[in-house]
Nanobody
């Protein structure tokens, strides 16, 4: 069984910064892609950023130049550094890992979600 635990959400003023982290524990052979999603009230969950096992990153257009995703493979951890935050960044943020739990089996796992609120 694999568990993801998120930390780092909170309330910040527009223009401020927050740093989210997500750590995996359990039976892990390796971790492929690590992703951050967010879901604002009344909206669908959207992919914010992804980092491959090799370190390649991609971002949704609305956060490019403001958010940075990084990973620490030794600690099974992903971080999302969020700068120049805007009220429209307000949402619950979820991490998602594609985990190889055995040599022949992969599965997706989700964090519990952390609230990010940006005041104007």
């Amino acid at each position: 069984q694999v568990q993801l635990v998120e930390s780092g959400g909170g309330l910040v003023q527009a223009g401020g910064s927050l740093r989210l982290s997500c750590a995996a524990s359990g039976t892990i052979f390796s971790i492929n892609a690590m992703r951050w999603y967010r879901q604002a009230p009344g909206k669908q969950r959207e992919l914010v950023a992804v980092i491959s096992s090799g370190g390649t990153t991609n971002y949704t257009d609305s956060v490019k130049g403001r958010f940075t995703i990084s990973r620490d493979n030794a600690k099974n951890t992903v971080t999302l550094q969020m700068n120049s935050l805007k009220p429209e960044d307000t949402a619950v943020y979820y991490c998602n890992f594609r985990v190889r739990v055995t040599l022949f089996h992969e599965d997706n796992y989700w964090g519990q979600g952390t609230q990010v609120t940006v005041s104007s």
